[in-house]
């Protein structure tokens, strides 16, 4: 005798409908707001001409509170790049023990003999997105391409309207909550999603060098580190936008520095180490992350040892990009 064929109950249709709908909000969300709409009414937007001075565009940088600006060629009437500080960091690392340059004369370049010369093994091609662009599309360029910055140009005069970023787009969704229907894995706790990085987290020794922590940005690509003593607890975070007061401090020809100093000699905005817990619901997380205006939180047990890393690329993955099945961040 066959066995009775499973046929789903109304009552499982129906919750299996919701599960469905509830794993695509977001995704549709993002695919129905364009680029445009996510622009601020007011903001800023700093563009250096290739012929500036190194020292001139990381000062300006520092003083603006930036982390990166476009590049414009002034011979090519177009835009070329974004100088960003992963730049600085990259010529950090590479030239402070070199022989044949000194850390001085770098500062004394152009941007356009810095780009040609000492980073001529990075990607010069400039990424950027439409403003009629969905911001499906913007978070899947940001998590593919592994970038933070997002140029949003102008397609007929190819100007640059604003420079779209993960923190940008996640703060446009929480303005919106309200008029979208919140999905139960809302309040689930962040464990039982399995959002964020558990394995293998770049964290740096407080006693550890300043230029060990610029090795762990370039060969991990990560943008900021947790600071840990012998125990493992967090004690600060030190992050890609601490590096360039260092060339406001000009204080890159002693990167033998411990950590604790490096922290310590930090003069602007310290971001912190803004932590949260696995037991915490999604909810709870995105709320502070948004509301703290940081780019990640750091996971820690209650005796403040670290456990993981939540970033704004993990959330983004997870609630748009995944209900569409695409990974970007394994791509």
Known sequence: MEPPSQVPLPEQRQEMKKREADATVYMKFMKGHSCYDAIPTSCKLVIFDTKLQVKKAFFALVANGLRAAPLWDSKLQRFVGMLTITDFINIL???YRSPMVQMYELERHKI????????????????????????????????????????VMDPQSGNILHILTHKRILKFLHIFERNVPKPAFMGRQIQELGIGTFRN????QQTATLYDALAIFVE????????????????????KFDVINLAAQKSYNNLDMPMQEAVRRRSCFVEGVIKCYSDETLETIIDRLVNAEVHRLVLVDRADVVKGIISLSDLLQAMVLTPAGIDALMS
Request: with cysteine; aromatic share 10%.
């Open 93 to 95: 690392h590479c030239y």
């Open 112 to 151: 356009e003999t810095w780009r040609d010369v000492y980073l001529q093994r990075s990607n010069h091609i400039l990424i950027s997105i439409s403003p009629e662009a969905s911001l499906f599309d913007a978070i899947y360029s940001l998590l593919k391409y592994k970038i933070h910055r997002l140029p």
């Open 201 to 204: 987290i770049a964290t740096v």
């Open 220 to 239: 991990r690509r990560v943008s900021a580190l947790p600071v840990v003593d012998e125990q493992g607890k967090v004690v600060s975070l030190y992050s």
